[in-house]
Structure formats: structure tokens, C-alpha cells
């Protein structure tokens, strides 16, 4: 059920998906990058770690997505199996099992389509295991391993490894003092390591990111901020709801019975105090604690924040059997299942029948792109109109396209014979029309001489440039491919 999208020969395709596969492409050509996407407005960037772990899938694919997605099953495999090494050594083989079993049902829907968060939660897990055998061993080894992890959660998504290298900084450090092992502190150079991208770019660009981050001190903000009570029930509500994600779609307000099931949990644990209760207290410690750490963004938690800490919560669950009854404990969990495999069918059903002509669906962007391209002469230009400014879904497949139909045109240029790819307008915004933008940022004034209706509302603008509307400048250029890059 995780390789379906893959079995099909599509992959669940949106905006960040398609902006990852424009970057990968950018490390085949330059060889070389430092910039992973833009993480906001104020200047910071998720790291490039995720986009060259994806480049070998990438090259043996000559750029085909659905041999990446093949590749993120392989990881899919890889992160499965290491949860259940990680669940049976810290709580034992039975909640081994489990976490198995709970966290193969809750991939389903993201196997389908990766995007750079998804190497953040891939990782969580070994990261808090590393960190909670370091406290049990008192070895440098767990400390250096630990760090070097939370270095690649940086890399691979900043709005998580941001808050958790604060936190693990002070745990560490704190560790460090209280047992005099002042020499673990040169395990801090693992951290260094992987953070050397971000290293290079301040050196290299004026310290762009710093700057970023002192701008946020000052108050400035991506979009209205919230007041600090609705922030504060803001994160409580993704703590209690989305925080679990165990109930997905519609049904995500029946995570607060998880939560009720968390809250009847750490009571029994906290009375008990067991030899491990030093991995509950190191949970609520690294989970509530990055919730909290949110507070200072100032707006609300969105999809890309909460996803990948949500394997913490399964892990924590699998060991839950120690404290219910097994009435209790297997009847919730069989609760759990059977909906989670009802939800993963029907997501199923909808992204089949969705293959090539829904807009999270691969094959349906590289379908229309082959219809430009097929369309359009040996020498042609071509803009993508999309209201959101990115159109990132479909500048990657046309760049595709061009090269599996050996058609190369000219981004974002005016040719003689010059094509623009129009995504319809958002429902909710139909002002948002093409022709203001042809007209004034393109620069070209006449009608098309052509016009192709596809599905979903996207149509091709087929047009033949005088040489006036060619010499006229325009305010649309080669380096929209990737904004902020």
C-alpha cells in the first residue's frame, strides 16, 4: 500500500514536491549548491542535505519522479525497520511489534509523495533513541551520533531542527556539567559538521540567515501575528489533534481521544517510576517543549511543522501495553488499525482515480506539458502563469517533458513562437487572472493565435510575437524559475 502511487507510475506531485525535484536538478547542473528552498520571507533556507541524498534515484531515473519514488520506499523500508530495532530496545520486543505494525498503517498516505520534511521524521526517532542511550550509558559515542542527527534535522527541515537544537544544546550541556565529562563536549564538532553549509552561506552572503534571525527578534513576521493566548491554543489544539495523526482527514478531531489515552498513560507511568521513566520525562521534555519553542513564530503551527514530530507520540505508544489492561490497551489499538486501514483504502481509491487528471498527480502536470511540447516548433519560448507566483508543479515537468520528447525550448523568454501555460485561478480568488500578467510582466499585448483547454482549467496560450512585443522588456525572466534562490 506505501509503493501504490509508485506501482501506478504517478507520485503524490505538489508545489514543495515539484521545488525539490527543480533543486535536484539544480545540483546535476551546478554540481555544487549550498541553498536548499526558501524556509520563509525573512531570508532563511532549509539545508540541501534531503536534494543530494535524492540525486543518485534522481540520475539513475534521468529525472523520472516515479524512480525517486521508488527510492523513498527503499527509505520507506529503512526508517520502518529501524523504528521496530529502536521500540524493542528500549521497551522490548512486543512494543517492537507494535510500533511496527502502527507505523507501516500510518506511512501509507505520505509514502506517496516525499517532500524535505519527510527526511526530518525519518530520522526523529534514531535522534531521541541516540539521546536517551546517552543518558543510560554515558558514552560519547550516543552523544556524538545524537548531535550529528540533530544536524541533519537542521538540513532536512528548520522549523524542526531549529527548536530541538535548542533543546538538545541545553539537555546536552547540562549533562555534560552535571557529570563532569567535559571532554563529551568536543562531540558538539558532529553538529559543527553537518551544519557547514550553513556556515559557508553566512560567510559567503553577509551572514543572510543571522540577519534573518534578528529580524524575527524585532518582531517581523511571515503574515499576521497571532495573540499569544490564541497561539498558546493554538499549539495545544496540534498537540492534542494533529500532534498524533493517527486519525487523518476528516476524522483528525478523534486524536483527542489519543490524547485522553496519553494523558491516563503518564499517570500510571509517573506513579509506577520505572527504570524507564527517564524516556517519558526525555519525550515530554523534546516534544511539548519544541511546541512551546514555536510560540516565539508568533503565527499558527502549519502541515510542515507538526508532520514529522508525530513519530515521537507513535513511538512512545507501542510501549503503552505495559500500563492498560489488554482489553483496554488491544481494543484501542484494533480501534486504531481498522481505521487507519479504511482511510488508507479510500485514499487510495481517490489518488488512482485521480492518476492523470487530479492536480496532486504527476502524470497529470507531465501530460499537459507534453502537450506544449508537442505542440510547439523546434525553436520556441515559454512562461508558466500560476497564482500563487511558483507553478513549481509544472516548471518541473516541463523541464521533463523537454528532455524525454528531446524538445528543448527557452524558459522564460519571448521567441517568435512563444507559449504560456496558465493554471486556473484558486476557486476563492477568480480575479486572479492570466491577462493582466501576459500583458503588463510578459510584455506581450496581442491575442494568442491559439488556445488549448485542458483538464482542471489549465489552458496553453499558443502565440505568434511581433518583434515589437518581442523588444519590449519583461518584468518575467529566468530567475522566476526558483524564487528567493
Partial sequence: MCAWSVLIKDIYYYTDIGRDFLIFDEIVTKKIVLFGPRADFQGLFHGVLWHYLNVPAYILGNGNPVVVGWFWILLTIGFIASCYYIAKQLFGKKSGIIMLILLTGYMVPLTQGFFHGNGA???????????????????????????????????????????????????????????????????????????????????????????????????????????????????????????????????????????????????????????????????????????????????????????????????????????????????FLGVIITVTFVQNIQFLKTITYERGKGFHSWQFHYNVAKKLVTDAPADYGYFIYAPDIYGYQDKYAMLYAQRTLNKPGVTFEKKPATYILIEPPPPNSPGLSAKWWIENKVGIKSAPIKIIKLGLGYRIHSYYVSSEDISAPSKVGPSDWLYFR
Wanted: charge should be positive; charged fraction near 15%; proline fraction near 2%.
Fill in 121 to 331: 521524521m525519518l530520522i526523529l526517532p534514531a535522534f531521541f533513541y541516540l539521546f536517551i542511550r546517552y543518558i543510560q550509558k554515558n558514552e560519547p559515542k550516543y552523544l556524538a551520533g545524537h548531535l550529528l542527527l540533530l544536524g541533519f534535522l537542521v538540513q532536512f527541515e528548520i522549523a524542526i531542527g531549529g527548536p530541538l537544537i535548542i533543546l538538545s544544546t541545553v539537555a546536552s550541556l547540562f549533562l555534560i556539567i552535571k557529570r563532569r565529562n567535559f571532554k563529551h563536549i568536543f562531540c558538539f564538532g558532529a553538529l559543527i559538521l553537518t551544519l557547514s553549509t550553513f556556515l559557508l552561506i553566512e560567510l559567503r552572503y553577509d551572514f543572510t540567515q543571522i540577519r534573518s534571525l534578528l529580524r524575527y527578534v524585532h518582531g517581523a513576521r511571515d503574515g499576521a501575528s497571532l495573540s499569544f493566548s490564541y497561539s498558546l491554543y493554538d499549539r495545544f489544539d496540534n498537540i492534542a489533534s494533529h500532534g498524533f495523526n493517527l486519525f487523518k482527514f476528516e476524522l483528525y478531531r478523534w486524536n483527542y481521544l489519543v490524547f485522553l489515552f496519553f494523558i491516563f498513560a503518564f499517570l500510571r507511568i509517573f506513579q509506577k517510576k520505572g527504570t524507564t521513566l527517564v524516556i517519558y520525562t526525555s519525550f515530554l521534555y523534546f516534544y511539548v517543549g519544541y511546541y512551546a519553542l514555536t510560540l516565539l513564530h508568533g503565527g499558527r503551527i502549519i502541515m510542515f511543522w507538526w508532520l514529522p514530530m508525530t513519530v515521537l507520540p507513535l513511538l512512545i505508544l507501542s510501549s503503552f501495553h505495559q500500563f492498560f489492561t489488554k482489553k483496554v490497551f488491544y481494543g
